[in-house]
């Protein structure tokens, strides 16, 4: 194993010691953030983070800016000596899409050639626009680049490719080397459920994935997607601020449309801004059952539900698209499949057909548990 491999393995933080949440008594003050004005649109944690950063970035700016050699313009006059994103200094967001391993390697050299650790990029003249980005969001594909990417302590896309990704070797859901780990996937999907929470063919994916893209030595089990604020990275305000995205289906089959509600992680919290909701919870506490905003029982709060795979495995859930449960093969061999899964719910966290009231608790009823509290 390379000295950068030890180097940069993800933050074990499960509260646990696995993949399974526990149950833990309610921190103080613990409440439900309705994001309902622009003054309280963002959360005081991501607000800061963003803050501190742009704070740091003049000399980014300005090494950026001179090897640009833009014709009659004043860097010095550009970078101020107190810099505010998005009011004296561009707020900078990367959008990264989905499309499974093609959106992780196409993303990932993208990327690549944003950074400045890149000397070929840096030549070119594109290197230091990551740095100078202030947010960098995806889904699905992009979840999966983000994701491992972040857990890892932002190195090197090809870092990562040389330590955890490895992509030059053969590898697919049907090889041998695969279909083994599968019984261990399925057990750790039940350990979970055994400890009281509900579980998902994404809980079973997440093993998966985490074994693919998650830089532990345990294969991500006990890695949690807030685990991010304490790398280094993070805490010296020197990564873009990372956000994967989900989105819902009413009842598990509806389309998705324009004004389907889009779901955020983030290091510090889970939510959505969509009008019908319009609330945030601490990402540790994710998974506890609310009312009025506030816990349902002081002594029965949860804590390790956000597990980096199963985050990147909400994500980027395929098995609830109509069509895939058409023709999926739990049609074509419902006795295996049902065997194989002890009929463990095909959803996530998204869609959230299942979600509310069934497998994270959060909002049980979301106009009773959120909108009592205003």
């Given at each position: 194993?390379?000295?950068?491999?030890r180097?940069?393995?993800?933050?074990?933080?499960?509260?646990?010691?696995?993949?399974?949440?526990?149950v833990?008594?309610?921190?103080?003050n613990?409440?439900?953030?309705?994001?309902?004005?622009?003054?309280?649109?963002?959360?005081?944690?991501?607000?800061?983070?963003?803050?501190?950063?742009a704070?740091?970035?003049?000399?980014?700016?300005?090494?950026?800016?001179?090897?640009?050699?833009?014709a009659?313009?004043?860097?010095?006059?550009?970078?101020?000596?107190?810099?505010?994103?998005?009011?004296t200094?561009?707020?900078?967001?990367?959008?990264?899409?989905?499309?499974?391993?093609?959106?992780?390697?196409?993303?990932?050299?993208?990327l690549?050639?944003?950074?400045?650790?890149n000397?070929e990029?840096v030549?070119?003249g594109?290197?230091?626009?990551?740095?100078?980005?202030?947010y960098i969001?995806g889904?699905s594909?992009g979840?999966?680049?983000?994701?491992?990417?972040?857990?890892?302590?932002f190195?090197r896309?090809?870092a990562?490719?040389q330590?955890?990704?490895?992509?030059?070797?053969?590898?697919?859901y049907?090889?041998?080397?695969?279909?083994?780990?599968?019984?261990?996937?399925?057990s750790q999907?039940?350990?979970k459920?055994?400890?009281?929470?509900p579980?998902?063919l994404?809980?079973?994916q997440?093993?998966i994935?985490?074994?693919?893209?998650?830089?532990?030595?345990?294969?991500?089990?006990?890695?949690?997607?807030?685990?991010?604020?304490?790398?280094?990275?993070?805490?010296?305000?020197?990564?873009?601020?990372?956000?994967?995205?989900?989105?819902?289906?009413v009842?598990?089959?509806?389309?998705?449309?324009?004004?389907?509600?889009?779901?955020?992680?983030?290091?510090?919290?889970?939510?959505?801004?969509?009008?019908?909701?319009?609330?945030?919870?601490?990402?540790?506490?994710?998974?506890?059952?609310?009312?009025?905003g506030?816990?349902?029982?002081?002594?029965?709060?949860?804590?390790?539900?956000?597990?980096?795979?199963?985050?990147?495995?909400?994500?980027s859930?395929?098995?609830?698209?109509?069509?895939?449960?058409?023709?999926?093969?739990?049609n074509?061999?419902?006795?295996?499949?049902?065997?194989?899964?002890?009929?463990?719910?095909?959803?996530?966290?998204?869609?959230?057909?299942?979600?509310?009231?069934?497998?994270?608790?959060?909002?049980?009823?979301?106009?009773?548990a959120v909108?009592?509290?205003?």
């Amino acid at each position: 194993m390379s000295d950068h491999r030890r180097r940069d393995l993800a933050i074990e933080a499960s509260p646990s010691g696995g993949y399974e949440p526990i149950v833990v008594r309610c921190p103080a003050n613990f409440t439900i953030r309705v994001a309902g004005t622009d003054s309280d649109f963002l959360g005081q944690k991501e607000a800061d983070y963003i803050a501190q950063k742009a704070a740091k970035s003049t000399d980014l700016w300005q090494t950026y800016l001179a090897g640009v050699g833009l014709a009659d313009f004043d860097v010095a006059n550009f970078t101020t000596s107190n810099p505010v994103a998005g009011e004296t200094i561009p707020n900078i967001g990367i959008a990264m899409s989905g499309g499974g391993i093609r959106a992780l390697i196409g993303g990932a050299g993208i990327l690549d050639a944003f950074d400045n650790r890149n000397p070929e990029a840096v030549n070119a003249g594109t290197g230091g626009i990551l740095q100078l980005a202030n947010y960098i969001t995806g889904l699905s594909g992009g979840s999966w680049l983000l994701g491992s990417w972040a857990t890892s302590n932002f190195p090197r896309f090809t870092a990562l490719n040389q330590t955890v990704w490895r992509l030059t070797e053969p590898s697919s859901y049907t090889s041998w080397n695969s279909v083994k780990r599968y019984p261990k996937a399925i057990s750790q999907a039940k350990r979970k459920s055994k400890s009281g929470f509900p579980t998902s063919l994404v809980d079973v994916q997440s093993y998966i994935l985490s074994r693919h893209l998650i830089n532990d030595t345990h294969h991500g089990s006990k890695v949690l997607f807030s685990s991010i604020r304490n790398t280094t990275e993070y805490l010296n305000r020197q990564a873009p601020f990372p956000i994967l995205l989900c989105t819902s289906r009413v009842n598990g089959v509806s389309e998705i449309n324009s004004d389907t509600p889009i779901y955020e992680f983030n290091p510090e919290e889970f939510g959505v801004c969509h009008p019908t909701l319009k609330a945030f919870i601490p990402l540790e506490d994710l998974g506890s059952r609310m009312e009025a905003g506030k816990p349902a029982r002081e002594d029965s709060c949860v804590q390790g539900f956000d597990n980096a795979g199963f985050v990147i495995g909400a994500s980027s859930n395929v098995l609830s698209q109509p069509g895939f449960r058409k023709f999926s093969w739990k049609n074509i061999l419902p006795e295996a499949y049902d065997k194989i899964t002890n009929h463990i719910y095909d959803e996530a966290i998204v869609p959230v057909s299942r979600l509310l009231h069934k497998i994270v608790f959060l909002f049980p009823r979301p106009k009773s548990a959120v909108l009592k509290q205003k």
